[in-house]
């Protein structure tokens, strides 16, 4: 039972222009979400987050935003650059990880970006 | 450099054998979290340790076993290894709300 899910495997886009990575979740007593995001011979790498008390958080070029009542987040690229070519791991936790919590992230399948030159 | 160190890198086995993988969390962190990464799977939680108690478990078959030691360093044990157990197994140590990964160990199970 997949509990994050991100169901585009990969997508493409120009340089310059917006990327938007979709995730949708099934439990409701998730209220913590992060992105990561992970090179290939490399170790997933956090890149944001946002907690069920917001609907939006904004790092630079990174914007996750979240709709509760429809169990989705989505994260916006502006503008997308080849560097950010990777694959992209929605995350999702009931409470906020604590070093000694039992909490763990669930994990979607991941989505592949491109980013063309 | 996320302060997670992975061993080995890579590893090729064979159908039954037993293989040991290699975790030291970041410096300060107590917690562990081993994850498997199979192709076209996301990350799949096995298992988590703090201070060297097992504090939560996942989708980890009776054939894997963990462990933390008292310098905090974990181990994962894999045996009797099966093809389908061809993966990248990642490690992570948790600090401000989030998991900072090791750079995986890739199994091969020829």
């Known amino acids: 039972d997949q509990q994050v899910k991100q169901n585009s495997p990969s997508l493409s886009v120009q340089e310059g222009r917006i990327s938007i990575l979709n995730c949708d979740y099934t439990?409701?007593?998730?209220?913590?979400f992060l992105w990561y995001k992970k090179y290939p011979a490399e170790g997933p790498t956090f890149l944001i987050s946002i907690s069920s008390i917001k609907d939006k958080n904004e790092d630079g070029r990174f914007t996750v935003f979240l709709n509760k009542s429809a169990k989705h987040l989505s994260l916006h690229i502006v503008p997308s650059q080849p560097g950010d070519s990777a694959v992209y791991f929605c995350a999702a936790s009931a409470r906020l990880l604590t070093q000694g919590g039992s909490e763990k992230l669930v994990f979607g399948k991941g989505t592949k970006l491109t980013v063309n030159p | 450099d996320s302060g997670v160190t992975q061993t080995p890198k890579h590893l090729i086995t064979a159908t039954g054998q037993r293989v040991t993988l290699r975790c030291s969390p970041r410096s300060g962190d107590l917690s562990v979290y081993w994850y498997q990464q199979s192709l076209d799977q996301g990350l799949q939680f096995l298992i988590q340790?703090?201070?060297?108690?097992?504090?939560a478990k996942g989708n980890i078959l009776e054939r894997f076993s963990a462990q933390q030691f008292p310098d905090l360093h974990s181990e994962l044990n894999l045996s009797s290894l099966e093809l389908g157990d061809s993966a990248l197994y990642f490690c992570a140590s948790s600090g401000n709300g989030e998991l900072f990964f090791g750079e995986g160990s890739r199994l091969t199970v020829l």
């Open positions: 439990n409701s007593m998730f209220d913590y």
């Open positions: 340790y703090y201070n060297g108690e097992e504090r």
